[in-house]
């Protein structure tokens, strides 16, 4: 077989919303080249199926008949003058257009479903219509990503199907949590891959799959759960689903680690002080209202007894504590009411004129602290909601559409920092059609069509994503699956090795927030691990599970020895009540059975000796995707498996070359079927 090239190597990453695929090995490896939506429409032959949605549309046409002139010499009935008349007949002819509606999800069918393949006839149209868009030359090695919850048969077929379809020279399955491996270039980690609708947890122990305790597909922890929670707080706001979307991949919706107070919960617990600081301060309070109270009263008998100007010395002297305690006989009868009434409507409208002012010099100064305040501390928040409408609608309102520019000339919205799928460009190859088509003629569906952009308001529920128990689950399946690895000594390792990808994770703050859940759930602290020897002697070996180190006194009584095995404090308790080392009739054999049970339990725990703890950790830690190649900087971590499975295709199809068996051959298939893909599947 003649060696592959790396421009003829195909990597294809099926995922439930995205796929993601690349023709050819860079020399820096780069973020996927091509990236279509993972669906397909039904086309109109039976199981056929068409990338884009393809509308019907009719055309009647207007078709006149001119009749032809009289020739010389004739006369034409009913003219006058000797003019002609030409008869036109009208006729009406209906033309077909079929035309790509590349916007619409109407009639759209998902192949893949909570990492499940629900339609193989869908999935291999999106493969061929993925090859067919690249144009592969004929000696095409191929590397299909593969998700955790594909099963065995699942193999099979896709490897029937490559080799079937596409003669293929090689073939190659590669596990998705495997490959993340290869991006982060770690033999044994824990892998956690926040997806769509579902969540898989995988313990990679040197570049081994550990089945056992696997959590794959764990529905109600993906990106589409924390969508429907922003749903489920905001739907009474008058917010959409692709509203609440929106929200997710936007910067303001942050999920904040357990124990942090959200915007205004700290204001409230600062209010809240001891009971009996409180009760004094209310007694303290009530006197000096009471005195207070008095005081008014002589105030009220003052008002009036200066004759007709009594209502100046009253305001003069008492100011705002005595607004109206009027004495209306008093007003009555020096026959100036109103004038006085006048007076006080003016001296209310001044005062709210001067509390109005001070208000607004006091919002003028906090609003440099609140636009200096973090995202996590602002009780309000706003994001910008990009929605398609139609421009005769745009026109009415008064509305121009992102397409056209805006009115600060910035053209469209820039790509958020966090976007969930999408690539260096900000769209998909369907949405970069549908721009692109709605820029050139703007026509869609037979009417113009176009993007506005419009400010919405979000309160402290862009922080509540995450909440109804995700982060919970998540951190139970990364428990549960750790204790599963049989090697009791290396589950330390894989608590410090933790990998978090996947697209439902590029939520801002949940890798974060995930990590302080299971440091407050399953760390201990490391002081704890010598509670045991911090109250013994420095004379005193420290002890050990197999009790060989037992803490014993300096001086002994006796000079027999037990052997390493044996507990000693055991054999003290048996002969303190005789110091010569002479036992009563009959303890020697009970203390002989003891001692054997002692010297198999050693035996046991040998086996599965360990250092540390091997069921709680003593540290948790995150790994840091390498820095190796520049353009992933921008790509961020989320979709790691894509470049490792550019550095495993690299390895295996041209550095190897088949000899570990890392792909299967055109001719190893002829020979073994597709049952013979579990021998070379990595």
Known sequence: ?????????????????????????????????????????????????????????????RKKEVAPEPMDGDTTMGGTDGETNNVENATEEEDTYFEEDPTTEEGAVYPLRHGRVVDWSCLFALMTHIYNTLSPPFHTPILIITQPAWTAQDHETLTQFFFEKFKTPAFCLMDSALAVCYAYSASTATVVDIGYEKCDVTAVNDFLINDSGRGTAMTGCGGESMTQRLLEMLSKKGFTRDMCEQLKRSGICEVLPSGTAMPGETEMEDTNVNPAAAASAGANAAGLKGRGSVGDSAAAMRVGTGGADGGDDAQDGEGEDNEGVLDVATIVASGKTSEFLARKEKEKAEKAEKAAAKKAAQDAANAPKQAKLPNAKRMTATFHYTERRPLEELNHNGKRPLGSGNQ??????????????????????????????????????????????????????????????????????????????????????????????????????????????????????????????????????????????????????????????????????????????????GQHQHLAAQLQVQQYQQQQQQQHQHSGHGQTPTSIKLMKMPEYFPEWKDAGPEEAAFLGAQVAAKVVFVVDQGLSKGFMSRTEYNDLGPQGIHEFCM
């Open 1 to 61: 077989m003649p060696p592959f090239k790396d421009e003829h190597i195909l990597v294809i990453a099926p995922g439930s919303q995205t796929t993601l695929a690349q023709l050819g090995l860079p020399e820096s490896f780069t973020p996927a080249q091509l990236r279509v939506s993972t669906r397909m429409f039904p086309a109109e032959k039976k199981g056929e199926w068409e990338p884009l949605k393809v509308r019907e549309r009719k055309v009647i046409k």
């Open 408 to 585: 600060n000339g910035e053209g469209e919205a820039k790509r958020p920092k966090t976007p969930e799928l999408q690539d260096s460009g900000g769209k998909t190859e369907m949405e970069r059609v549908s721009t692109s088509n709605n820029q050139t003629n703007g026509q869609q569906n037979g009417e113009t069509t176009a993007l506005i952009r419009t400010d919405v308001e979000v309160g402290v529920e862009r922080f509540q994503a995450a909440t109804g128990g995700i982060l919970d689950q998540v951190a139970d399946a990364v428990h549960r699956c750790i204790l599963s690895v049989p090697e009791i000594g290396k589950r330390a390792e894989f608590w410090d090795n933790l990998i978090i990808v996947g697209n439902g994770s590029r939520v801002r703050g949940f890798k974060d927030a995930l990590l302080t859940k299971l440091n407050n759930k399953y760390l201990i602290s490391p002081s704890s691990a010598t509670i045991f020897t911090s109250e013994l002697p420095s004379n005193f070996t420290t002890p050990v599970a197999t009790g060989a180190n037992t803490p014993q006194p300096q001086s002994h009584l006796s000079t027999s020895h037990h052997g390493p095995g044996v507990n000693p404090l055991l054999a003290a308790a048996v002969t303190a009540s005789n110091p010569g080392g002479l036992a009563p009739p």
